[in-house]
């Protein structure tokens, strides 16, 4: 089978020259701890980016002289791990966002409360007016700002959630070539 067959049989599939294109040149550790390389990432990402992100395999097409089978299964265990462990780091930054979200949004209602009494407490006096201009901005701000950090900015985070969740399940498959 040629080299183009494959890359129509498969959902996803990347040509290595080695295992080592699939790690970071500057980690001489082992394959089951070193670190992935960030073209190998970027370019998964960039594969995965087109697609539906529903996928059955993963295929790392190798020469069929490079190819070392005790090696294999390692290196498929150490990408779910990598998978797993950004896809958990991922959500924590979700949750992590959406909670300073809510302290602004509770920071906002406050700072709007005050300006609230202020304007109708403060009646004409300088100090009381100057508070309420300072302080009613802030509530705004910290606001509108909460509301983007509960709703919004998670969004942006949910591309990377959903690749690193399906890149962790998928069936990674070397194939020669």
Same mark, same amino acid.
């Given at each position: 089978?040629?080299?183009?067959?494959?890359?129509?049989?498969?959902?996803?599939?990347?040509?290595?020259?080695?295992?080592?294109?699939?790690?970071?040149?500057?980690?001489?550790?082992?394959?089951?701890?070193?670190?992935?390389?960030?073209?190998?990432?970027?370019?998964?990402?960039?594969?995965?980016?087109?697609?539906? +992100?529903?996928?059955?395999?993963?295929?790392?097409?190798?020469?069929?002289?490079?190819?070392?089978?005790?090696?294999?299964?390692?290196?498929?265990?150490?990408?779910?791990? /990598?998978?797993?462990?950004? /896809?958990?780091?991922?959500?924590?930054?979700?949750?992590?966002?959406?909670?300073?979200?809510?302290?602004?949004?509770?920071?906002?209602?406050?700072?709007?409360?005050?300006?609230? /009494?202020?304007?109708?407490?403060?009646?004409?006096?300088?100090?009381?007016?100057?508070?309420?201009?300072?302080?009613?901005?802030?509530?705004?701000?910290?606001?509108?700002?909460?509301?983007?950090?509960?709703?919004?900015?998670?969004?942006?985070?949910?591309?990377?959630?959903? +690749?690193?969740?399906?890149?962790?399940?998928?069936?990674?498959?070397?194939?020669?070539?």
């Amino acid at each position: 089978m040629g080299k183009q067959e494959l890359l129509k049989q498969s959902k996803i599939s990347i040509i290595l020259d080695s295992y080592d294109d699939i790690f970071s040149d500057f980690d001489p550790r082992f394959y089951s701890e070193r670190s992935l390389s960030d073209d190998f990432l970027n370019e998964t990402k960039k594969v995965c980016r087109g697609k539906n +992100f529903i996928y059955s395999s993963l295929q790392l097409m190798l020469p069929t002289k490079m190819r070392d089978k005790k090696y294999e299964d390692m290196i498929a265990d150490r990408l779910h791990r /990598y998978f797993e462990k950004h /896809y958990y780091s991922t959500m924590e930054e979700i949750k992590a966002q959406r909670k300073r979200g809510a302290v602004f949004m509770a920071c906002g209602v406050i700072l709007m409360s005050l300006a609230t /009494y202020l304007s109708l407490e403060g009646g004409k006096s300088f100090i009381m007016n100057f508070l309420r201009v300072l302080v009613e901005p802030g509530g705004w701000f910290c606001l509108w700002n909460g509301f983007d950090q509960i709703i919004f900015a998670p969004n942006q985070k949910k591309t990377d959630l959903s +690749f690193f969740d399906t890149m962790s399940k998928i069936d990674i498959n070397f194939i020669p070539f």
